[in-house]
């Protein structure tokens, strides 16, 4: 039934989005860029280095939300929770989400993406070693404390900031394709997570949690990397035509108006 409800918020959506007018600068560039010919073939020609680094920056958020969305639910059960005190916890963690994609995509743009996300990572990497040990004490209090952290606070700051982040690396010509293309691959991680840490966890005959923990570290060092290898974008211009946040075309003050 909720799924099926959905379908009001589609139509909300589309009746918003067909009376909000394209920008200046990306009326401006419409007719060049279809000169140009198809987007996606703009951005895997010219840019894909750029959208490969974009991909790394978000994978581990999406590793994460997986894990504490989808594979924390069955793993909560088979530690001895019944399955609506893990839902119950999740829908407590899902309430402190909203706050908290909120609040560190406001201080990113504050501070910036890089330490806001960076910082994140390495948090993140630090949780998947605990998450696991406070959801097998055994406590229904300890695993609310896990969501809340994991899903409300931790996740969200490399999360929140995402959606301006990939916008920003990408000029206007192909920035609805990049920002796009990078956040779906990068999302795959959210879809197949669950899947490979459920094997992990079968093979290794219902342990394995050490596994997952070094999976999910590795994600986030790699998210670091990547991170790294961008520049700062919160404080680009979105209307040069260049690509904003990466090595691609500025010197390091040219993103800044």
Partial sequence: MPFLMSIVLLGVGLFVRLRVEETPVFTAARDAAARRGAPLM???????????????????????????TTYLIAYGVQAGFPRQTVL??????????????????????????????LAGAAVSAVFGFVLFPMVDSGSAVMLAVALVLGQGIVQPMMYGPLAALYAELFGTES??????????????????????????????????????????????????????????????????????????????GAAKR
Avoid: K
Wanted: aromatic content about 4%; glycine content about 16%; some cysteine.
């Fill in 42 to 68: 703009d951005v895997l020609r010219n840019h894909p280095r750029t959208l490969l680094l974009g991909v790394g920056v978000g994978l581990s958020a999406f590793v994460l939300q997986g894990t504490l």
């Fill in 175 to 252: 920035r609805y394709t990049g920002a796009s293309l990078g956040y779906q691959i990068a999302g795959l991680g959210a879809g197949l997570t669950p899947l490979l840490f459920a094997q992990i966890q079968a093979s290794a005959g219902g342990g394995g949690t050490i596994a997952i923990s070094v999976i999910i570290a590795v994600s986030c060092l790699l998210t670091v990397a990547c991170m790294l290898a961008l520049r700062e974008t919160s404080r680009a211009d979105l209307a040069s035509g260049t690509l904003s946040g990466s090595a691609e075309g500025l010197t390091p």
């Fill in 88 to 117: 119950n916890g999740l829908t407590l963690s899902s309430g402190v989400a909203i706050v908290g994609i909120i609040g560190w995509s406001a201080l990113s743009d504050r501070l910036g993406r890089r330490p806001v996300v």
